[in-house]
Nanobody, 120 residues
Framework: QVQVEESGGGLVQAGDSVMLSCVVSGRRTFDKYAMGWFRQVPGKEREERECVATINYSGDTTYYTDSVKGRFTISRDNAKNTVYLQMNNLKLEDTAVYYC?????????WGQGTRVTVSS
């Protein structure tokens, strides 16, 4: 049974930086999965979670949605079954619950997420 645990969120001010971490356990083939970070903003439904960034299995190919390009960086450490999201110059509109999942997402990979709240 896979377990996904996100961490690193919190209450921050606009312009601050935060690094999110996601540890995936229960999968010895973690390094075979492309992974992504997704976010659910307040008032949106689960089905409306936005893909923020993705990274391929080896970590040498990444994708970012336009609103975070130049501010967020996704990375992974396959030896630690961990995916990271470095978020710099945070904006109010980055407020959301952040989840990591496989890319494309798998139902069994949804964890509890980690909440990031950006204040002015």
């Amino acid at each position: 049974q896979v377990q996904v645990e996100e961490s690193g969120g919190g209450l921050v001010q606009a312009g601050d930086s935060v690094m999110l971490s996601c540890v995936v356990s229960g999968r010895r083939t973690f390094d075979k999965y492309a992974m992504g970070w997704f976010r659910q903003v307040p008032g949106k439904e689960r089905e409306e979670r936005e893909c923020v960034a993705t990274i391929n299995y080896s970590g040498d190919t990444t994708y970012y949605t336009d609103s975070v390009k130049g501010r967020f960086t996704i990375s992974r450490d396959n030896a630690k079954n961990t995916v990271y999201l470095q978020m710099n110059n945070l904006k109010l509109e980055d407020t959301a619950v952040y989840y990591c999942n496989a890319n494309p997402p798998k139902d069994e990979f949804w964890g509890q997420g980690t909440r990031v709240t950006v204040s002015s």
